[in-house]
Structures are given as structure tokens and as C-alpha cells.
């Protein structure tokens, strides 16, 4: 009696920024992280040679780089031996840079022994169509690769015109303005932040340093740009903040 051989499954799921920016709703909605893990999911519920250990989520992630964190780290499951299938909705949630692609489903992952899956394009390298999928795979993740340029020519087009018709493209606006409440592309004065920069100017032409201005606007109670902001409602982060706050 032949013992079947149990694979185990890492669900590999991405969705990134440009997807939502210029597809259509029901594309977006198509391609949503909870679509892929449920059309993957239901495809798998009747396979039983094959075990979900992991699910991996890269969540605004571009599919022409592949150092993104989810993907790095079914690629560690991958090397030490947790996980020896990969399952995608399709190709192009796996990636969209036509040489990274086809070296890891043509040469790494089938020297690993690693079984790859991609449920809408109706590839399973367990069951190869031989010449077939060699011309297909291909040529698929080159057209991939050509979406994803074409995106990128779209979303910088977009947002150049935007820039020539005055709009502001920015995710936060500068310390002194605010983005207007019925125009999230236009631009006003903060009257209260515009003072404070205007405070900071007139220290700085009467030669006050930049600590002893720094100083001066604490010891005035006036919060951080970014402390500000967090009064505010505000989302905004940075990379360049080393305490937990700023001051």
C-alpha cells in the first residue's frame, strides 16, 4: 500500500496600493485579502493531500518587489522544512516582475521540492502540462510584468495632472496648513500652526539657535509638529522619531 503524500500548504495572499488606486470596485473587491484567502481556501477544502500550516498576508505591498515581510518569511518556513507548498488565487498576487517570478516557480521552488499552486490560472506544478506550461508560465508572468509597468505610467500620469490643476497630493500637509474640509486636494492656512512658524522666524532673525528655539516653544506649552498633529485626529507617523514623544 502506497502512503499519499501530505503536503503542507502556506496560503499566499497579496494585495498592494496600486490595486486599489486605479482598478475598478468590483475588481478591487475581486482581489480584496479576505477574496483571495476564501476562493484559496474553498479550492483546497476537498484536497486531502494537502494541510494549511500558514498564512502569509502582504498587505500594500507592490508584486514587482519581492522583499516584502510575508513573502520572506514563507521563503524561511520554505528552507527550514515547515512548508513544501505554495498556494496563490493567481500569478499575479505572487508576483509581478517577470524574471523573479519564473525563477522561483521554474527553478527554486522545484528544486526545493516545493509544489506551486495557482488556482485561476489552473497551474499545479504536480500536475505539469509538460512543453504546454513552459510557454504559458512564461508568458503569463511577462504580461504580469507589462501590467505592472503600465500601472505605474498610469498612477505617475494621474497624479501629474493632479499636481498641474493645483491639487494637493500629499498623505499630511505641512506644519502651518491643513487640508480643507470639503477638499481633501486643496490646501489652507492652520491659523493656530501658522503662528507658531511665524513665532519661529521671528526668533530665528534675532538670533536664537535652534535648541534655544526648541526650548522656548516647550517651555511655552507649544506641541511637536508631529504631537500636533495627533491632537488632531491625525494618522501621521515617521521614521525619524526616536522617543515616544517628541519634544
Known amino acids: ?13 497579496r494585495l498592494s496600493k496600486e490595486d486599489g488606486d486605479v482598478a475598478a470596485v468590483g475588481k478591487a473587491e475581486s482581489n480584496s485579502i479576505s477574496n483571495q484567502k476564501n476562493l484559496i481556501r474553498d479550492f483546497l477544502k476537498d484536497k486531502e493531500d494537502i494541510e494549511i500550516v500558514s498564512e502569509r498576508v502582504d498587505d500594500g505591498y507592490s508584486g514587482s518587489d519581492f522583499e516584502r515581510p510575508a513573502f520572506q518569511m514563507m521563503l524561511e518556513d520554505i528552507k527550514r522544512g515547515a512548508v513544501d507548498c505554495v498556494v496563490v488565487k493567481d500569478l499575479s498576487r505572487f508576483g509581478r516582475e517577470y524574471i523573479d517570478s519564473g525563477m522561483y516557480i521554474e527553478r527554486l521552488f522545484p528544486a526545493l521540492g516545493v509544489r506551486f499552486i495557482a488556482v485561476n490560472d489552473g497551474y499545479d506544478s504536480l500536475d505539469r502540462n509538460g512543453s504546454s ?5 512564461p508568458f503569463k508572468n511577462l504580461i504580469n510584468d507589462a501590467y505592472c509597468r503600465d500601472i505605474s505610467v498610469k498612477i505617475r500620469s494621474h497624479l501629474e495632472v493632479k499636481r498641474r490643476n493645483g491639487e494637493f497630493i500629499g498623505s499630511f500637509a505641512a506644519y502651518g496648513y491643513r487640508k480643507k474640509a470639503d477638499d481633501r486636494h486643496k490646501l489652507e492656512i492652520d491659523a493656530y500652526a501658522a503662528g507658531v512658524v ?50
Open 1 to 13: 500500500m502506497v502512503t499519499q503524500k501530505i503536503y503542507h500548504a502556506a496560503i499566499y495572499v
Open 198 to 247: 511665524q513665532d519661529i522666524f521671528r526668533m530665528k532673525l534675532h538670533g536664537m539657535s535652534q535648541d534655544a528655539i526648541a526650548n522656548q516653544l516647550n517651555e511655552s506649552g507649544i506641541l511637536p509638529p508631529a504631537e500636533y498633529k495627533a491632537s488632531k485626529g491625525s494618522s501621521y507617523q515617521t521614521g525619524f522619531k526616536v522617543k515616544e514623544k517628541s519634544g
Open 133 to 137: 506550461d513552459d510557454i504559458i508560465i
